[in-house]
């Protein structure tokens, strides 16, 4: 048995930029024509800013043209509204655009959180019994948003950066053809340092996804309302915190050294760049001593080629940065959403009448150790099974089986009921921050009839419209209380197969008879099995299965098994 294979690649190839593409596309698909307006204005904006440049070239040249005969007050005001005109034009199509495009972001996010989501919800439970699978929901889940500042750099650069660089250079063109080639040795520098910088960011977000995992877990051990009183009680907390700390630590230490690194590259590059600038500069002085170029053209590119480095020092530090470390992000999370999930061909089968289990073995992720072994077993429509042993006996592991939850290691499964035709109460059983009687029903249309009615048989005497969170306003149930919860919610959906594990642990003696009484009531049409410690309350069950160090040991009624089984004797007597 295997959990989910994920293939890993290298960042940018052929099939992964195609995976790019086909994610851009999928964000697009949200609102097209949202998609495009925004883009859009992100094109306007980085034109009318690169037209600022010859615009500021017609006020100086025509303030020179006017400083020496006088003459053409006119081109003057006309040069100075036209370089208004631009600017404003800028500043409106730049608002614009970041306005409408964070609303898309939260679109965006929304969408792929949920296909995220539902990806997660298509993992077996087995999966997350796996410690590398839950290392790499964490880090898919950070590539959610890794994704969307991904697919804003790249339209960015297509979009904003692009345009205002080809304008920019065909007007260098016609100055001097030289300043193009010292604009391309700029971008070839950027290009080479971020490539070096791409791998770098990955490999770091790789080595510091485990410790993540962890500094989160022991973060919520320390800061959720449950376990803070626990804490507290028992002087817990310096022992989590050091466990934290060293999490972060070690995240530090490979950040740390991921920055030395990305220092060292940046400060190589910067040389190079200013190296570059000085050049442009060179080149300049040099056209305006020859008289190839006008004073207002020399200050206009004087200024563009200035603003042109600031721009491209935000290209590399900023967009192309981002570009980086999101790309890692983004890889992790097309890898999850993509990933393969081995089909097994053992497991359970549908279509027959009775629940069996052939020579069923189980065994969990990374164990060697068979915490179910060679398990037979037939139960029949319509019967109520108690299952009954010690801790660590395999009882829960036999429920999630039942439950299909978990696929054998070896044997098979047949069983009559489909997924969604069976319920349950786990031992771990969740208070959900919803109305009580949302908590039972998890629907916007329920039968508040039959919520009143199983409330009332669980002996549940809160108001239905309670909320169950403290947090939000409601309150906090108690452990027997929210057991009762944990049983109606399992009863009302009417299914044919209840498993329930431990459903009484947390009730007081009167209130587990009378829950006892109830389930033989409500199981009379159902096939149950129900995992129990107190032996006193399994009589009503038509036959009991008796489980030890994962074998099961004795199969029959009460009086077979006090007969014919020494161990359920024992467990009896002890009762």
């Known amino acids: ?178 300043l193009i080639f010292v604009l391309l040795l700029i971008l070839f520098t950027v290009i080479i340092e971020q490539k070096i910088k791409t791998g770098l960011y990955s490999k770091t977000e790789d080595l510091a996804a485990s410790d993540k995992v962890q500094s989160e877990y022991y973060a919520d051990c320390l800061l959720t309302r449950d376990m803070v009183k626990e804490n507290k009680t028992n002087g817990f907390e310096p022992f989590l915190l050091k466990k934290l700390n060293a999490g972060l630590k070690n995240i530090s230490e490979l950040k ?154 070896d044997g098979n499964i047949i069983n009559p009921f489909e997924t969604d035709n069976s319920s349950a109460v786990f031992q771990d059983h969740a208070e959900y921050p919803v109305t009580l009687s949302e908590n039972i029903t998890f629907s916007d249309k329920a039968d508040r009839e039959r919520v009143s009615v199983l409330s009332k048989k669980s002996g549940i005497t809160e108001d239905k419209d309670t909320v169950l969170s403290v947090e939000l306003g409601g309150k906090e149930l108690s452990g027997g209380n929210l057991q009762k919860v944990a049983i109606a919610r399992a009863l009302y959906k009417n299914h044919d197969l209840l498993v329930l594990d431990e459903p009484t642990s947390a009730l007081d003696p009167i209130s587990e008879i009378e829950m006892y009484k109830t389930f033989e009531k409500l199981t009379k049409d159902k096939t149950a099995f129900i995992i129990t410690h107190r032996l006193g309350s399994v009589k009503f069950a038509d036959r009991i299965m008796v489980m030890k160090n994962g074998r099961l040991v004795g199969f029959g009624t009460h009086e077979e098994l006090i007969n014919t089984c020494g161990y359920y004797g024992e467990l009896w007597n002890k009762a």
Do not use: W
């Open 1 to 178: 048995m295997k959990c989910i294979l994920f293939r890993k690649s290298g960042i940018m190839n052929f099939k992964n930029v195609k995976k790019y593409c086909k994610l851009t596309y999928e964000v697009f698909k949200i609102s097209p024509v949202h998609f495009i307006f925004i883009y859009v204005l992100f094109g306007a904006g980085a034109l009318t800013s690169a037209l600022g440049v010859p615009a500021l070239q017609m006020v100086i040249d025509s303030l020179t043209k006017f400083n020496i005969n006088h003459e053409k007050m006119h081109s003057v005001f006309l040069a100075v509204i036209i370089l208004f005109a631009v600017k404003m034009l800028n500043t409106l199509f730049s608002y614009l655009a970041g306005f409408l495009g964070e609303t898309y972001d939260l679109k965006s996010y929304k969408h792929l959180l949920g296909k995220f989501i539902r990806r997660c919800g298509s993992l077996s439970c087995i999966d997350y019994e796996d410690k590398n699978t839950y290392e790499l929901i964490s880090k898919a889940e950070s590539g959610v948003k890794g994704a969307i500042s991904f697919i804003n750099v790249v339209m960015d650069l297509i979009t904003n950066y692009a345009v205002y660089l080809t304008v920019i250079a065909v007007y260098l063109i016609r100055v001097n053809s030289a």
């Open 256 to 409: 740390n050294k991921e920055t030395k690194k990305a220092t060292g590259i940046s400060l190589l590059s910067n040389m190079a760049v200013i190296l570059e600038y000085l050049g442009t500069i060179v080149i300049l002085s040099v056209c305006v001593i020859r008289g190839s170029i006008s004073v207002g053209a020399f200050a206009a590119i004087f200024y563009s080629v200035d603003e042109l480095f600031s721009m491209l020092e935000n290209l590399l530090y900023g967009r192309l940065k981002s570009f980086s470390e999101t790309m890692g992000k983004m890889n992790n999370y097309i890898i999850f959403i993509d990933a393969d999930v081995e089909k097994e061909d053992k497991g359970c089968i549908s279509g027959q009448k009775a629940v069996m289990f052939n020579n069923v073995s189980f065994k969990y992720p990374g164990s060697s150790n068979l915490v179910l072994e060679k398990i037979t077993f037939k139960v029949d429509s319509r019967e109520t099974i108690a299952i009954v042993g010690e801790n660590g006996s395999g009882k829960t592991t036999l429920a999630r089986l039942l439950l299909g939850l978990f696929k054998p290691f």
